[in-house]
């Protein structure tokens, strides 16, 4: 399972409308900063393809201005 997490900046006067667009996409969760105009997204998809889709939904957001990449895994874990 892809997981990742993103700072996510909105166009200015758009965090609210970034916030709605973001609930609408699945595999996504949506943390606001308090104190900053940027919002943390961290999403978990069950595999490729639905990761992929995800990819082109947050590119096409036009209230995003940029995503920042903090923290990626995609390789599965091993039990021990």
């Not at 758009?14 to 105009?37: G, K, Q, S, V």
């Not at 595999?47 to 940029?66: F, I, V, Y």
Request: proline share 10%; net charge negative.
């Amino acid at each position: 399972m892809p997981v990742f997490s993103y700072l996510a900046f909105p166009h200015p006067g758009c965090r609210e409308r970034l916030c709605d667009a973001l609930a609408l996409l699945p595999h996504c969760a949506i943390l606001p900063a308090t104190d900053h105009d940027l919002l943390v997204v961290v999403t978990d998809t069950p595999d490729d393809n639905a990761e992929a889709a995800l990819q082109r939904g947050l590119k096409a957001l036009p209230e995003l201005q940029s995503l920042s990449l903090v923290f990626g895994s995609d390789e599965p874990q091993e039990r021990t």
